[in-house]
């Protein structure tokens, strides 16, 4: 696979404006505003995958939006690879703070980019990630070097939780029969220290309304008198957590996993610098449970975040008004050993039950999708570590991330094969939020890296 | 004036269509898209003046909206009323929640105003008190009984805290010169039953936003490790009351006047039905300060309200984002004794002061005003009294409101007169609410009663 450097070198002005075609199309699957655009998205990968040397793709209809299935098959006694990832993208707002338009996709150097990045919503979540995949299966089929069969589920509900995918493994479980599941939706420690995730947070994403008088009411006629739907709605929020910042849900940690003090001690040891942590976010302190550390706090520890809130007059100027209601999103990221349904649960119980009278409270479970710890002895994790090793000179580091990527804990159960992480972003991509990108070395990297995986899983698989 | 009831019946729905016409002009001080709607309005107000029978009308410039001011000026020697009004209007949203647009006009009829009602924002507050007063003028005119000289100020930023007003009335004291303020822009108890607004709240309204993180931030990678504005801006207005619901800022009710027991048994005597208070709002429970029921709440009590909120991420669906920032409108409604510029340093100070590390916090002051108390004793109110027994059949009782006018106290400070409160509108007009309205009863009782104040009033000062 000596050639894998020269291909990726010859091709890499086409790969990048093939990825930067498919940034062009706003694919917000959270906004049915963009409905046609997610659909689009979807034949738009389903041509590339056609093109780059899938034997057989087809446009799988779901409940919600398509899954793009596509496989090549070399031979059923060979192992198979089934490559995951997502077209769809969060939305783009606050508009306001991006340097360029969200969906008009532009390279820029950076500091830590010094060979350019590629500016635009899915840059690296997960449009880049997902079509380095594509690009690798391009080079293996175009030079014959394909070790075994792969098989591409691509789908276009994971910022929303994925329901349909779900839904689509389910009833498709001979289809799907793999050996080891390939995703690239995560991150690495940095260019020069890959890592592979070996943790995935949980997730329980909740909207909460809180509804006091009929109307909207004058706040000097009626302040004071009843109760105020967004005061109360910031109490309730604020009752979520005690003094020390732990969560005041009853039951919220019963089943939480704990780590050993060895285990703690030896996440302690990944390279990280609270001062730098601090300064690339401009806060002058960081903020969480007691008795953690950051790195533990935004991995091995659930949390609960209001992710949104809105209520009242929010325009221009002022306005006396008590509002009907009050709204917040929020959600909990939940660590292994907790079930997310259960969580959802404890949560809507003890919302409903800290509601002063005055107000009705109703929540409404958005999705979820439970915690994953993947063990770093597996022939998928190996093979991954080779391959790193050989494209980056060193060895990757195991991590457990604060992310969550609901179905790979129902891949498990459904598919019953392992899932490997091969991220190939970093922190500071500015996923969710204005501004996001993705390096050019970090596109090109994973193409170069991807089929060394495919080798080193089949030599190791023998 | 034996006539003034006839006149109002021959010329009622000119009176009607006139308002409506006025109505119609979406006079939003609050938010500069509507800014030469605002300036049309106020033209409207003069052309109006001019044909009711004014001498001299003028349009004022100031370092915001132009105030209208007009006179009639029969003999120096009798007393003047000068009349306040406003012509600009709240914000109409939320939109989806008004049953006809707001600003287009129809006459419903409802439980409480079988006689039908006029639904458009302002109908109530208060284009159409104020439009009384020169429907009023016009009647004195047309039938050469106006008793007195009359002048006229209505301006365009009472909604937005009336700073331009101040300015106005600190430059003009000899033009303004009077006997006695009337307004009418607050309400009165039913139909049945008129009453005289003899006490006012202060008001403080700020804005305060919490900084966080220099960017939106992914909630699995971040969450839990950083302060999230969202949870600390909930945290934090929910300090600002302690369980008692107090407010707990310090010195907040250091010069608050207590009301003594008598005072507060003769309040209690004005009639009320907390049964129908709260299914009037569909509540199964009132919520405010231990130790005083509602009517004292929502007028002798200072209170704090959210008057908006948000943050994050606010659209369809769910984004895992902890937000860079997170923004609140906050008012008080203060009561005499309580300066609004004190209490808006101490709100500030107290705000500042209880955020965590982690965040920033900017506080802004929107605007304020002093409360006020008027006695009852004087010949303005003996006046108002009269005409309001002539007109209804039964005395107005003497009420406390919780709404604010922050200008009445500048008044008295300023131009060292009293302001009579002869409110028309009711408590269910939903004003700075969806469905605004103002019952045709009401309006054509208002233009009814306020010739008998002018008379009374001449009377009573020789």
Redesign the interface.
């Known amino acids: 696979m000596e050639n894998i450097k020269s291909y990726v070198q010859q091709h890499k002005d086409r790969f990048i404006n093939e990825l930067i075609e498919l940034l062009k199309i706003p694919s917000v ?4 505003a963009y409905s046609q655009d997610v659909i689009d998205t979807a034949e738009a990968v389903k041509e590339s995958l056609s093109k780059a040397g899938c034997d057989f793709v087809e446009t799988c209809d779901t409940p919600g939006y398509p899954i793009i299935y596509g496989e090549k098959i070399i031979d059923p006694n060979l192992p198979t690879v089934l490559v995951y990832g997502h077209y769809d993208v ?2 783009p ?2 508009l306001e ?1 991006w340097t360029s338009p969200p969906f008009e996709p532009v390279i820029k150097t950076t500091e830590i980019h010094p060979e350019g990045a590629i500016f635009a919503r899915g840059a690296c979540d997960d449009k880049g990630q997902m079509y380095m995949h594509v690009k690798a299966l391009e080079y293996m089929v175009q030079n014959n070097v394909l070790p075994c069969n792969v098989k591409f589920m691509i789908e276009g509900e994971e ?3 994925s329901a349909s995918l779900a839904w689509f493994v389910e009833r498709n479980q001979e289809k799907l029969k793999n050996d080891v599941i390939l995703i690239s939706d995560t ?1 690495m420690i940095s260019n020069q220290q890959p890592s592979i995730t070996t943790g995935l ?1 949980g ?1 329980s ?1 909740v ?1 909460v309304e809180v509804t ?17 739907p ?2 109360i ?3 309730m ?3 979520l ?1 005690d003094e020390d910042n732990h969560i005041t849900i009853p039951g919220f940690y019963d089943k939480v996993q704990e780590l050993s003090l060895e285990e703690r001690a030896e996440m302690a040891k990944a390279p990280f610098s609270l001062e730098k942590y601090k300064k690339a ?9 007691k008795g953690y550390v ?2 533990e ?2 991995s091995i ?23 009907s209601k ?4 929020i ?1 909990m ?1 939940l660590v292994p050993g907790q079930d997310w349904e259960e969580i959802t649960e404890l949560f809507t119980k003890h919302f409903t039950n800290i509601a ?5 409270v109703k929540v409404t479970p ?2 979820g999708g439970q915690g994953y710890v993947t063990p770093i002895d597996s022939i998928g994790y190996q093979a991954a570590n080779k391959a790193y090793t050989e494209t980056f000179g060193v060895p990757a580091i195991p991590v457990r ?4 990527i609901p179905i790979v804990a129902l891949f498990e159960k459904e598919l019953k094969s392992k899932t490997i992480l091969m991220g190939f972003g970093l ?1 500071s991509d ?6 996001e990108h993705f390096g050019i070395f970090n596109y090109l990297k994973g193409i170069e890296t991807i089929p060394l995986f495919y080798k080193y899983f089949v030599e190791l698989s023998k």
């Not at 002063?356 to 009705?360: L, R, Y």
């Open positions: 699957s959270a906004d049915t969060q939305p707002d606050p703070l910022e929303v939780g991150g947070r997730l994403y909207e006091g008088p009929n109307r909207d009411l004058h706040s000097g006629l009626y302040g004071g008198a009843v109760a105020n967004i005061n709605l910031a109490k929020i604020a009752a957590h976010l401009n806060l002058n302190d960081v903020y969480g449970e950051t790195n706090r935004n520890r659930p949390t609960l975040d209001v992710n949104g809130i809105w209520g009242g007059y929010t325009g221009e100027g002022a306005k006396t008004v008590i509002a009050a709204f917040a999103k959600s990221r002063p009278a005055g107000v009705t958005h999705h991330s604060g992310g969550s922190d500015a996923i969710h939020s204005p501004n």
